[in-house]
């Protein structure tokens, strides 16, 4: 199944310590708002990136509540990550353990029983059932130079195997069949609070800057174009768009707020 591409606005917003919240509520504005994300018939899943729970390189606290608090009405949010070799899903969901509350849920996809079968790179793979639709996806990473991306490559934590360096063969495959069978991601926001220059860093420039967008595919390649990478040399971003899943064209994608060039210049600074 294709996730539908509502549009492919991309807002960059910047902001003060501690000013996440309006910076997130002026983005999804300028992008056109998420009134039919955020409503009392769907639950919302919130997968944020984390390969280890010792490691900074993950979104903030202050980023995940933004995200959280922008929707205010579902009945039900689940915060989700699976086991991987460094740990189990539980244990790095232990991060954000402040912002759980009753409606706020930390779920582990490695631990859930009630899954649906999809072919993934001629795999047959059960994915946990909280992962499709109705259900809202929001797909959440760092700013980071990397030809993976950030929201796309974060796809990679809805397979429930801890061992999962066989799907690194086909990569571009393996996650975008895995978007297309979730129905794609339905907000991807990168946590641009710290930019990491390379994967495994775990201390980044402070930049203070949200790229938010309803298109995952042009959320990445702002997030790219802002570090340096060259679009064309990211199979997963170029495989997305072969399948026609949202826009990669940097110049074909509206951007809004502040430009690419100002969080770039602010790096190279």
């Known amino acids: ?16 310590d501690g000013d996440v919240q309006q ?15 955020n409503t009392k018939k769907r639950t919302a899943v919130i997968k944020p990136g984390v390969f280890h729970h010792k490691k900074k390189n993950h979104p903030t606290l202050d980023v995940l509540n933004a995200i959280i608090n922008g929707f205010s009405k579902a009945p039900q949010i689940f915060v989700v990550e699976s086991d991987n ?9 232990q991060i954000w353990k402040e912002a759980y509350t009753n409606r706020v849920v930390p779920f582990n996809l490695s631990e859930d029983t009630d899954t649906r079968g999809v072919k993934i790179a001629d795999e047959n793979i059960g994915l946990s ?5 109705p259900n809202v996806f929001v797909s959440t990473h760092v700013l ?22 066989r799907f690194h063969k086909q990569l571009p495959r393996v996650l975008i069949d895995a978007y297309e ?45 802002i570090m340096g990478v060259k679009l064309q040399k ?5 495989e997305a768009i072969r399948r026609g899943l949202g826009e990669g064209d940097i110049d074909k994608i509206q951007v809004l707020g502040t430009s690419t060039e100002s969080v770039r210049e602010e790096l190279r600074r």
């Open 1 to 16: 199944m294709r996730g539908a591409i509502v549009s492919s606005k991309v807002a960059i917003v910047k902001f003060d």
């Open 23 to 37: 910076a997130f509520q002026q983005a999804h504005k300028l992008i056109g708002g998420i009134d039919d994300l």
């Open 85 to 93: 070799y460094k740990g189990t899903g539980s244990e790095r969901l």
């Open 129 to 133: 059932h909280i992962l499709f639709k």
């Open 144 to 165: 980071r130079k990397t030809e993976y991306g950030s929201v796309l490559k974060n796809l990679m934590g809805l397979m429930p195997t801890p061992k999962k360096g």
């Open 181 to 225: 069978a979730i129905g794609g991601i339905d907000l991807a926001v990168i946590d641009g609070t710290h930019a990491y220059a390379t994967v495994s860093l775990d201390k980044g420039i402070k930049t203070n800057t949200l790229i938010v967008g309803r298109d995952a595919v042009a959320v990445d390649a702002v997030g790219a174009t």
């Open 234 to 238: 990211m199979p997963i971003l170029q």
